[in-house]
């Protein structure tokens, strides 16, 4: 099974200022965003979101917060036809030293104890920042980079055109 490794703030919908994160309910997702996740499962990826949640272990975003706004991305996703895809989250203040802050590599051991079919060599990462782009890195995957020019990996302009370059 080849996955699609992808962040969600800034990636799959809008990202805010970390002050404003917890007035935010409803996610907006970004142009493209839901014909991109479409297009990713007709190639067969199957996709798993990986996020860094720092402002849940920062105190500016309760758990309950977090989960509210969670479910409504997957009603979001489900009202579009698309299956809920699974979510790894890192809930720790940055500076935690925790093993699964992006870049560190614990969001995707996660994925791969709950699914170690999971061929790597087939698979990438979809991010809009260096830390997404170390995640990549600490596991050899193609690397699409929105909006920025990663040292490793193809910049794109979204998620819609890394999807369309996937293969």
Known sequence: ?????????????????????????????????????????????????????????????????????SRRFEQALRLQGLAVPDIFYCPHARGAGCACCKPAPGLIHQALQMYPQIALSASIVVGDSTGDEGLAAAFSLDFYGIGFTPSRGRPVASLWEAAQLAP
């Open 1 to 69: 099974m080849k996955a699609a490794f992808l962040d969600r703030d800034g990636t799959i919908i809008r990202d805010y200022p970390d002050a404003l994160w917890a007035s935010v309910s409803y996610p907006e997702f970004l142009p493209g965003a839901i014909d991109a996740l479409k297009l990713l499962r007709r190639k067969g990826y199957h996709i798993i979101v990986v996020t860094n949640q720092y402002l849940i272990g920062e105190g500016l975003l309760s758990f309950e917060q977090y989960s509210a706004f």
